[in-house]
């Protein structure tokens, strides 16, 4: 079964540094998302991005944060200068974007801000 | 706002025994509700939504508005059953879920 790829799968880093963590999504699907969880505490939507651009976000995704479609297969999450509390797991997830929300998940970047 | 809540952080059941995880929301419209799952060392993934009206893997969710509830049941849980347990709610015409805090689900032998 074709699955949502992420890596790294564990990034440290130090605060003030910028971040890119990414993601495969799964090849004929058209929506793409970032979640994180922070640990102890919900999983949190970040964005999600249709037709190369953002369709919905968050408060969380303010101006640090951005999103990208480089090329035809990988999706990336910036986060341009990294604080303490981005300290979190983040998932992408994709889906076909026929109307239903089934979402497929990665199995997520642990980031860690020092 | 819209909020959905699961108001037990674990619950443990011993095998063969129905199990019932809740889950509440507040939304003042329609929502789209759905039940992710988490086993251990794997993805989270969709168990079921209430669209469907659907039974995966002995479970079955039903929508009660008037109560503002999706409650999570199964008649006789399985130790495979044991595994977190998300609900999440949508708006119409959205595509932003909104995850409760999860239910840790321990089945016993």
């Known amino acids: 079964e074709p699955e949502v790829t992420q890596t790294p799968s564990h990034q440290v880093t130090q605060m003030g540094q910028e971040v890119i963590l990414r993601c495969v999504p799964i090849?004929?699907?058209?929506?793409f998302y970032w979640y994180r969880q922070i640990l102890g505490q919900k999983v949190e939507f970040l964005v999600s991005f249709y037709n190369n651009e953002i369709s919905e976000k968050s408060e969380i995704f303010d101006d640090q944060f951005s999103v990208e479609r480089p090329d035809g297969s990988n999706f990336t999450l910036k986060i341009r200068s990294t604080k303490l509390e981005d300290s979190a797991m983040y998932f992408c997830a994709s889906s076909e974007g026929t109307g239903e929300e089934k979402l497929f998940f990665g199995s997520g970047t642990q980031l860690s801000v020092l | 706002a819209q909020r959905v809540t699961q108001p037990e952080k674990l619950l443990s059941v011993f095998k063969g025994a129905p199990v019932e995880l809740k889950c509440n929301y507040s939304?003042?419209?329609?929502?789209?509700l759905f039940w992710y799952v988490q086993y251990s060392r794997q993805r989270l993934q969709l168990l079921l939504r209430h669209i469907s009206r659907e039974s995966i893997k002995g479970f079955t969710a039903d929508l009660n508005k008037g109560e503002t509830s999706f409650h999570l049941k199964k008649p006789f849980a399985q130790e495979e059953d044991s595994a977190m347990y998300y609900c999440?709610?949508?708006?119409?015409?959205?595509?932003?879920?909104?995850f409760g805090s999860g239910t840790r689900l321990q089945v016993q032998p």
């Open positions: 090849s004929n699907h058209l929506y």
């Open positions: 939304y003042s419209g329609s929502p789209e």
């Open positions: 999440a709610l949508s708006n119409p015409g959205r595509r932003a879920l909104t």
